[in-house]
């Protein structure tokens, strides 16, 4: 039986690794559509994101040190990048907490961690382009975009970039609520700072996760370009991020994952 | 699918249903020692010692029942056995296939059934003929056939438990580590599952089974008591004695799950 089992893809063999993953993906993403609030929000926070930001900074006041130009099309923005930043944060969050315990049967079973961690991180991925697109899509309605591949290249920088943060999140603080509301101040707070609405010079901004995305959906939007030294900083933020995510996933999801 | 495996058992030497400590185990620890406390010095928390210096030994074809009081550390002992958990010390020698049943089933709510078994089987390294094989041999043993297509999280608790020890079983393991695996069976399931257990341990199948019911003592070849930390065999000795036995087992309702 296990000579068998290996030809049909078995434990060591990259065909086996490749099932696997496959299968793992697969069940991800239908445990993700088959949660009825995750579909909400795929739709309602676009609108809700977009929107309501524009109609809020078209209401601000004028205050000599903030950009006044453009504001309503810069609210939209910023509601845009809000809304994948922290959709796939979320999402990030509770690929890794939501099924600790099974997860860790699954790798008694056959599963390596690493096989895990990429068919999760897949999955994030996956959730980030689909949340990337609907949230483009919201803001061309009413905004005009003058580049959009650009513009959604930024977004799913941004939103890859969260995605990690959210299963780092997952990994040390491992709790649903306490996570949540991690995610809901950092993105927040990352957003603001990074949009360019206040015109600051602080060198700490430029290591906020949302710096180089916003830099680039600006561009994109307004201008139709793409600053080389931003994109290069943006992929590069996205590979530390990457690596110091894998790292930490792989050594504080195991022995916990089973609640004694 | 068991027939197989008990000819390989005879050719390895193992024992067979007698069990007893003449073969090679096939599952072996020995020093375990685990604590639980707080990783930082957080006030109004506590450490407490759940094995001290545990050995236990498995052999083929024999079925061992662990028993002890509640928080004795049973669960968290099997979890050190089939790898889901570190031990602070000691070791584990597995060097054969283990199927492990927890004592809450470790599924994911969102998938049916069948897409559970295409998982987990995808995880053992079934192909998919072997896995929708085992799959049905198992919902048709168990009862739970109706239920394939139905999600885990829509499932009662009773068919939720018949698929989580499906799960431990599906891979033919050569040794079963079962954590209170009857947990709401009905009483035609709980039959189903002891007369399962004589057909593996005649096969050659190593079973341990953490258990309360001491109306269950005369089905395990060796009864193994976690006590402070270590354990001790109990064969043999008036269970009526040993604390940590549910006496419910014994008149009230003939040791029914």
């Not at chain 1, 939007?221 to 930490?248: I, K, R």
């Not at chain 2, 069990?19 to 006030?43: D, E, F, H, N």
């Not at chain 2, 009230?252 to 799950?257: E, H, T």
Request: hydrophobic content about 45%; overall charge negative; charged content about 20%.
């Amino acid at each position: 039986m296990a000579d068998a089992r290996e030809a049909h893809g078995g434990v060591g063999t990259a065909a086996g690794r490749g099932r696997r993953l496959r299968a793992g993906v697969s069940s991800h993403v239908r445990a993700f559509v088959r949660t009825p609030i995750n579909v909400v929000l795929l739709i309602a926070l676009p609108i809700a994101m977009v929107e309501g930001y524009g109609a809020a900074m078209e209401a601000f006041p004028s205050l000599p040190f903030i950009d006044t130009a453009q504001m309503v099309e810069m609210g939209r923005l910023n509601g845009a990048m809000y809304t994948v930043a922290f959709f796939a944060g979320v999402l990030g969050l509770f690929q890794v907490i939501s099924a600790l315990q099974a997860d860790e049967r699954l790798r008694i079973c056959g599963y390596s961690r690493v096989e895990l961690f990429v068919s999760r991180l897949v999955t994030v991925v996956i959730g980030s382009l689909v949340i990337t697109g609907v949230s483009l899509a919201v803001l061309w309605w009413s905004t005009p975009v003058a580049a959009p591949i650009a513009a959604f290249g930024a977004l799913a920088l941004a939103a890859f970039i969260y995605g990690l943060i959210g299963m780092l999140i997952g990994a040390v603080l491992p709790r649903a609520l306490e996570g949540s509301l991690v995610l809901v101040f950092l993105v927040d707070a990352d957003d603001f700072f990074s949009s360019g609405i206040l015109d600051l010079n602080a060198a700490i901004l430029n290591v906020f996760p949302l710096h180089f995305p916003h830099q680039l959906f600006r561009d994109a939007v307004f201008d139709g370009t793409v600053a080389t030294a931003d994109a290069v900083g943006g992929v590069a933020y996205l590979l530390v991020a990457l690596a110091v995510v894998s790292v930490l996933y792989v050594r504080l999801t195991g022995d916990g994952g089973v609640a004694a | 699918m068991f027939v197989d495996r008990a000819d390989t058992a005879e050719s390895d030497g193992r024992t067979g249903s007698d069990g007893g400590t003449g073969g090679t185990p096939v599952l072996r620890a020995s020093g375990l020692a685990k604590t639980y406390g707080p990783q930082l010095p957080i006030p109004f928390t506590r450490t407490v010692e759940v094995l001290d210096r545990a050995d236990v030994e498995i052999y083929p074809g024999e079925i061992v029942g662990i028993v002890g009081e509640n928080g004795s550390g049973k669960s968290t002992l099997m979890k050190i056995l089939v790898g889901a958990l570190e031990a602070d010390a000691g070791s584990v020698s597995r060097e054969t296939t283990i199927g492990w049943c927890p004592q809450e089933p470790h599924l994911y709510d969102r998938l049916t059934v069948r897409e559970t078994f295409r998982l987990f089987g995808t995880a053992y390294g079934m192909d998919d003929d072997e896995i929708e094989r085992v799959r049905d041999e198992y919902a048709d043993r168990l009862g739970f056939e109706r239920f394939l297509d139905y999600r885990v999280d829509h499932l009662s608790g009773g068919n939720r438990q018949k698929v989580n020890l499906s799960i431990a079983l599906m891979h033919d393991p050569d040794v079963l580590m079962l954590d209170e695996p009857y947990t709401g069976f009905d009483w035609e399931t709980y039959l189903a599952f002891w007369e399962l257990t004589e057909e593996l341990t005649e096969a050659g199948t190593a079973i341990a089974i953490i258990s309360h019911f001491v109306s269950e003592r005369d089905r395990f070849d060796r009864i193994l008591e976690l006590a402070d930390g270590t354990l001790s065999d109990v064969t043999g000795q008036d269970p009526t004695e040993r604390a940590g036995n549910d006496p419910r087992g014994v008149g009230a309702n003939g040791g029914r799950p």
